[in-house]
């Protein structure tokens, strides 16, 4: 695989992180435009946020609100500090504030928008698959887009979006595949793939799951997508993922990872992108 589009630095070794019990590298946008934290089950627990380091504090205006935020979380009653680190990086995160302002329900909807602005993929009138798709961000990307059909499927129940249909069911139940392509009824062009499995902290562990899981995705894809047909997957940097690279080159004309600026820098979260189903 060429890592020309692998941005270096951005290339954080894995397990830079402490441990987690999130998926890594993402979490909903709250306030307007996303839906009630509270209301999502495995995301809506903020005590499931843990162990991540907030930004840098922003100058003038923008820092005292930001220590009064700060100050707020601090003395916020029995909440974990984990919690309150989560919510503190969330509060200074300005892709959050990008989703709340501009409607999308997560700050992923920006990785999406990222990789598409670099890769040019998103085309009017696509019929797109979305795996791992709660709260919704990447759906709502393609749908505006103009995708004409949209199908996500996720462990988590999603409040609906209008255009697309959203599954609530573990990817990796037998029947999940065939569900997902019944709701197609015909080829995709593109399969797109935010998995990420609750994070346990153990680098060669968490690399193993979410690889996994892209496994699935591509093998998916494979049986699904048109030729000329596009598969993203969000993998860990750092670690041998071989099996998958291989599979990919041998199916689809051209592989690329890529890291978009969404992603945040201390997260070894990175994507995959193979474009060109050879059918
Ligand atoms: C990073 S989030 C996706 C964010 C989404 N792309 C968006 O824009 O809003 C990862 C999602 O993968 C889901 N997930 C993890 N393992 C799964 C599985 N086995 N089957 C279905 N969904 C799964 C999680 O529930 C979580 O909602």
Redesign the pocket.
Known sequence: MSDDDQKPEDATPDGSEPAENQ????T?AAGEGAPDQAGLP??GSSDKRRGRRSGPMKKGGDARAAKQMFERVKTARGRKSSSTRWLQRQLNDPYVKKAQMEGY??R??Y??LQLDERFKLLKPGMRVV????????????ALKSGASEVVG????EMEAIAGATLLE????DAD?PSLVKAEMGGAADAVVS????WTTGHKTTDHLRIVA?AELAAHFAVETLKPGGFFIA?VFQGGSDSDLLNFLKANFEKVRHFKPDASRSESAETFVVAMGFKG
Do not use: N, Y
């Open positions: 998926p890594d590298g993402e909903p495995g995301w329900r997560s992923a909807a990785k999406l979305d795996l791992g798709s709660a709260p919704g961000g990447w759906v709502q990307v499927i996720d462990l988590l069911k573990d990817f990796t999940a935010d998995l990420a499995p899981l969000k």
